[in-house]
């Protein structure tokens, strides 16, 4: 399957040729709050402190791995921690109300809905994981440029940093 995603600018690539190539534009949707934060589950500290901008990879974490989420009752439920528990995986929420401290998750589930999952209707949920996994994994993680990376992808980004 081949991903071809662009940002095009009023009158800078004619309709007709887009329709030629089989190119659509994709349209955002309205934005709807969905996290639900009003429970009782406990809400795990905040880890990453915005500490976002860093030179290489895995520099603003502890040593291990951290899992950073909204408070959203699916990842405080007792279910989800002690998976994250089973598996070593340190637990990370934001403060409340302030989408900021996950700005970078939101942005990555923001680009998989308007470039994969938006218009899209599977048959099957192992239809969706496949084609979940397949863009995740082959197009946005070896073949997706990056601004934010240097217009590299996030592979080619940890190969260069790797020393």
């Known amino acids: 399957m081949k991903y071809v995603f662009m940002r095009v600018h009023r009158g800078a690539f004619p ?10 534009s994709k349209h955002k949707k309205k934005f709807r709050v969905m996290t639900n934060s009003v429970h009782s589950y406990p809400i795990a500290e905040n880890q990453l402190q915005r500490q976002f901008d ?11 791995l951290i899992h950073h989420s909204d408070r959203g009752v699916q990842y405080a439920s007792n279910e989800f ?18 989408c900021w401290d996950n700005a970078v998750a939101e942005s990555f589930f923001h680009t998989l809905k308007v470039e994969l999952i938006q218009g899209n209707i599977y048959d099957t949920r192992q239809e969706a994981k496949t084609d979940i996994f397949d863009y995740i994994e082959i197009f946005y993680n070896r073949q997706r440029r990056h ?9 080619d980004f940890e190969k260069k940093n790797a020393a």
């Open 81 to 98: 921690r002690g998976l994250l528990k089973a598996h070593a995986i340190q637990c990370s929420m934001s403060r409340k109300g302030n």
């Open 54 to 64: 860093v030179s290489k990879p895995n520099q603003c974490l502890k040593s291990g």
């Open 147 to 155: 601004f934010y990376l240097g217009y590299l992808s996030p592979v």
């Open 15 to 24: 309709v007709s040729l887009m329709c030629q190539n089989g190119i659509v």
